[in-house]
């Protein structure tokens, strides 16, 4: 079992930035990927970018250039920093972490942008 707590989500102006973190309750070098999910009202819950054990990550179309997800292996923390925000990204965040054999999530933490 993994758990996964998220911090970092709030309020902020299009434009703005944000740094999500997820952090494991065991070594997330055990983790085969780490992932952000997002869903915002009447939608599904949608990848945000992943990223593996040997470092490759993924992007969404939408948040490429703007979003990077990164992990700090000594803090058992995953990050996502969000750049460059925009009203259509607000939504609930959610980690997600996959050991190989099962699926862990977060609780999520909200996003809102807005002026």
């Known amino acids: 079992q993994v758990q996964l707590v998220e911090s970092g989500g709030g309020l902020v102006q299009p434009g703005g930035s944000l740094r999500l973190s997820c952090a494991a309750s065991?070594?997330?070098?055990?983790?085969?990927?780490m992932a952000w999910y997002r869903q915002a009202p009447g939608k599904e819950r949608d990848m945000v970018a992943i990223i593996t054990s040997n470092g490759y990550t993924n992007y969404a179309d939408s948040v490429k250039g703007r979003f990077t997800i990164s992990r700090d292996a000594a803090k058992n923390t995953w990050y996502l920093q969000m750049n460059s925000l925009k009203p259509e990204d607000a939504a609930v965040y959610y980690c997600?972490?996959?050991?190989?054999?099962?699926?862990?999530w977060g609780q999520g933490t909200q996003v809102t942008v807005s002026s």
């Open positions: 997600n972490a996959n050991t190989g054999y099962s699926i862990h």
């Open positions: 065991r070594s997330i070098s055990s983790l085969s990927a």
